[in-house]
């Protein structure tokens, strides 16, 4: 079963749900990232808050959320669009446990969450809060609490093997719609998540997506909206990392080209390592130097 969302919507209740499987794309990061167990857990948590919070985006959107604290971990940074691409990276892969995955700990207990969305104005939203939990769930539950001030509860789960390698990954998020729906049906419905086993569980368990959410939403007649495939994916490219390397201007190209003869930029989030050689450093110099460029 690959990755992906669903949508479903209890219009009499007032509440749109969403579940998500996230285990290959989470995979796919910490191979990329090479990171330890806690740094999987730690990457793993902030995509699959990165998917589910794209999942409330309109079409061409996109989402960051960056958890920031005084931990070994230092920042954790994950992007996520509305059609269910998603990159991030930890900027610490290799921290090691101190016997338990203390997430909390090795993120900080004192730090920041940045939420910034880009909705297709002209200035991105941005959002910061305080670290509430450094649990990850707990603090994007406080940024829908204190920002959004939308009626909203989560939850994000993995489960790793005995080598540290993440078996499964995946979250669920219910949000009270705006304009109809019981009072308290999100406290309701948070009860009832208590009386279930962890979302990582259930999906470790084989339950899909679509059985979670009607575990959670057993005798509250819903629709289901929508199901889109999730996958780790940048878009960064050698064009890219080549503009990039041109807005260093010619003096910092020409250093390049007369010290290194050539050049590598790794790209943060997927790992991917471009290239450049002498010709492509000259060719490029000439290029800037034919523009006036300095």
Same mark, same amino acid.
């Given at each position: 079963?690959?990755?992906?969302?669903?949508?479903?919507?209890?219009? %009499?209740? @007032?509440?749109?749900?969403?579940?998500?499987?996230?285990? %290959?794309?989470?995979? *796919?990061?910490?191979?990329?990232?090479?990171?330890?167990?806690?740094?999987?857990?730690?990457?793993?948590?902030?995509?699959?808050?990165?998917? !589910?919070?794209?999942? !409330?985006?309109?079409?061409?959107?996109?989402?960051?959320?960056?958890?920031? @604290?005084?931990?070994?971990? %230092?920042?954790?940074?994950? *992007?996520?669009?509305?059609?269910?691409?998603?990159?991030?990276?930890?900027?610490? #892969?290799?921290?090691?446990? &101190? @016997? +338990?995955?203390?997430?909390?700990?090795?993120?900080?207990?004192?730090?920041?969450?940045?939420?910034?969305?880009?909705?297709?104005?002209?200035?991105?939203? *941005?959002?910061?809060?305080?670290?509430?939990?450094?649990?990850?769930?707990?603090?994007? /539950?406080?940024?829908?609490?204190?920002? =959004? /001030?939308?009626?909203?509860?989560?939850?994000?789960?993995?489960? $790793? &093997?005995?080598?540290?390698?993440?078996?499964?990954?995946?979250?669920?998020? !219910? +949000? %009270?719609?705006?304009?109809?729906?019981?009072?308290?049906?999100?406290?309701?419905? +948070?009860?009832?998540?208590?009386? $279930?086993?962890?979302?990582?569980?259930?999906?470790? /368990?084989?339950? #899909?997506?679509?059985?979670?959410?009607?575990?959670?939403?057993?005798?509250?007649?819903?629709?289901?909206?929508?199901?889109?495939?999730?996958?780790? /994916?940048?878009?960064? #490219?050698?064009?890219?990392?080549?503009?990039?390397?041109? #807005?260093? @201007?010619?003096?910092?190209?020409?250093?390049?080209?007369?010290? &290194?003869? *050539?050049? =590598?930029?790794?790209?943060?989030?997927?790992?991917?390592?471009?290239?450049?050689?002498?010709?492509?450093? =000259?060719?490029?110099?000439?290029?800037?130097?034919?523009?006036?460029?300095?």
């Amino acid at each position: 079963m690959g990755d992906y969302l669903v949508k479903v919507m209890a219009k %009499e209740a @007032g509440v749109r749900g969403f579940a998500c499987l996230t285990t %290959e794309l989470v995979q *796919e990061a910490t191979r990329r990232h090479d990171t330890s167990p806690l740094a999987s857990v730690a990457l793993g948590r902030a995509l699959t808050g990165a998917v !589910l919070m794209g999942a !409330l985006l309109k079409v061409r959107q996109r989402v960051a959320l960056k958890f920031e @604290g005084s931990g070994p971990l %230092e920042k954790v940074l994950a *992007e996520a669009d509305s059609y269910g691409r998603v990159r991030g990276y930890v900027n610490v #892969s290799d921290v090691a446990a &101190d @016997g +338990q995955l203390d997430v909390e700990k090795a993120i900080g207990r004192a730090g920041l969450l940045t939420v910034v969305k880009d909705l297709r104005l002209k200035q991105l939203y *941005e959002s910061v809060i305080p670290l509430v939990t450094s649990d990850f769930t707990g603090d994007l /539950q406080a940024y829908f609490d204190q920002s =959004e /001030q939308t009626a909203t509860t989560l939850q994000i789960g993995e489960m $790793l &093997d005995a080598d540290g390698r993440v078996l499964v990954a995946g979250g669920l998020l !219910l +949000q %009270e719609m705006p304009t109809q729906g019981q009072a308290g049906i999100i406290l309701q419905l +948070q009860d009832r998540l208590q009386e $279930l086993p962890p979302v990582a569980d259930l999906f470790h /368990q084989g339950t #899909s997506p679509e059985a979670v959410l009607a575990l959670v939403l057993a005798g509250f007649a819903y629709e289901h909206l929508e199901q889109r495939p999730l996958r780790f /994916q940048c878009d960064c #490219s050698w064009e890219r990392t080549r503009q990039a390397l041109a #807005s260093l @201007g010619v003096t910092e190209v020409a250093y390049l080209l007369a010290t &290194d003869g *050539e050049a =590598e930029v790794h790209c943060h989030y997927c790992g991917e390592v471009y290239h450049f050689n002498e010709f492509d450093l =000259e060719v490029l110099l000439t290029e800037l130097n034919a523009k006036g460029e300095t």
